[in-house]
């Protein structure tokens, strides 16, 4: 049996999706994160890293998202949430997995915790490492956009709906309350997120995690 330890709206959303979308039965463990639960020994034992999410499955821990991403694709290969391995295809999927945890979802941690990068104390500093981290990450939607337009297709990697379409999605959702600019607010963007809230297994995820509007 698969477990996943995960805390609402953060990346474990991503292996909550491909899990949902999946089908296959799963058990959850919510982390208090307010309560510190994901930097106490329990779970340090898991993943000594102290960050949600992680995967148990049977005997073996995986932790890192992309990680999990890739470690369901190939457990699960009936439900085609990667192209075949050897592909081109293949190739393209993992950069874009790749871009997506090392590019934007980093860029994305700076601007929401910016007091890491800086002296303690130093709010003017603070403040000006979160403006920056926003418009670079302005920068980074607009080549998923841009991405969108050049293969013209529903889904994120082509026709085929596959695990990097999760990925997007959590990530695009994180800039909802930008100040400025959000994801939903490009144009093949946002009708690309409209598309991913009419899927089920993202309805069943919201509902799950007790999630409130707005949506993304």
Same mark, same amino acid.
């Given at each position: 049996?698969?477990?996943?330890?995960?805390?609402?709206?953060? $990346?474990?959303?991503?292996?909550?999706?491909?899990?949902?979308?999946?089908? +296959?039965?799963?058990? #959850?463990?919510?982390?208090?994160?307010?309560?510190? $639960?994901?930097?106490?020994?329990?779970?340090?034992?898991?993943?000594?890293?102290?960050?949600?999410?992680?995967?148990?499955?049977?005997?073996?821990?995986?932790?890192? *998202?992309?990680?999990?991403?890739?470690?369901?694709?190939?457990?699960?290969?009936?439900? #085609?949430?990667?192209?075949?391995?050897?592909?081109?295809?293949?190739?393209?999927?993992?950069?874009?997995?790749?871009? @997506?945890?090392?590019?934007?979802?980093?860029?994305?941690?700076?601007?929401?915790?910016?007091?890491?990068?800086?002296?303690?104390?130093?709010?003017?500093?603070? $403040?000006?490492?979160?403006?920056?981290?926003?418009?670079?990450?302005?920068? @980074?939607?607009?080549?998923?956009? $841009? +991405?969108?337009?050049?293969?013209?297709?529903?889904?994120?990697?082509?026709?085929?709906?596959?695990?990097?379409?999760?990925?997007?999605? *959590?990530?695009?959702?994180? *800039? #909802?309350?930008?100040?400025?600019?959000?994801?939903?607010?490009?144009?093949?963007?946002?009708?690309? @997120?409209?598309?991913?809230?009419?899927?089920?297994?993202?309805? #069943?995820?919201?509902?799950?995690?007790?999630?409130?509007?707005?949506?993304?």
């Amino acid at each position: 049996m698969i477990t996943l330890y995960y805390h609402p709206s953060t $990346a474990s959303m991503v292996p909550h999706i491909l899990l949902e979308e999946i089908g +296959e039965p799963f058990q #959850r463990v919510q982390v208090d994160r307010a309560a510190g $639960a994901h930097k106490q020994p329990e779970y340090l034992r898991l993943n000594p890293n102290g960050l949600i999410p992680v995967l148990v499955d049977g005997d073996h821990v995986v932790y890192e *998202t992309a990680a999990i991403v890739l470690h369901l694709c190939d457990v699960h290969p009936r439900a #085609r949430l990667a192209p075949a391995p050897g592909s081109w295809e293949r190739a393209r999927f993992y950069q874009w997995l790749m871009w @997506l945890t090392n590019t934007l979802q980093a860029t994305l941690t700076v601007y929401f915790y910016p007091e890491r990068w800086v002296s303690e104390g130093n709010a003017a500093g603070a $403040a000006e490492v979160k403006e920056q981290a926003q418009k670079k990450v302005g920068v @980074l939607l607009d080549m998923l956009d $841009a +991405e969108l337009a050049r293969h013209g297709q529903s889904w994120y990697g082509g026709p085929q709906y596959s695990a990097l379409d999760p990925y997007v999605f *959590t990530l695009c959702r994180w *800039t #909802r309350n930008f100040s400025s600019a959000p994801a939903r607010d490009r144009r093949r963007l946002g009708r690309y @997120l409209q598309r991913m809230l009419e899927r089920p297994a993202l309805q #069943r995820v919201f509902a799950c995690e007790q999630l409130a509007p707005p949506w993304i």
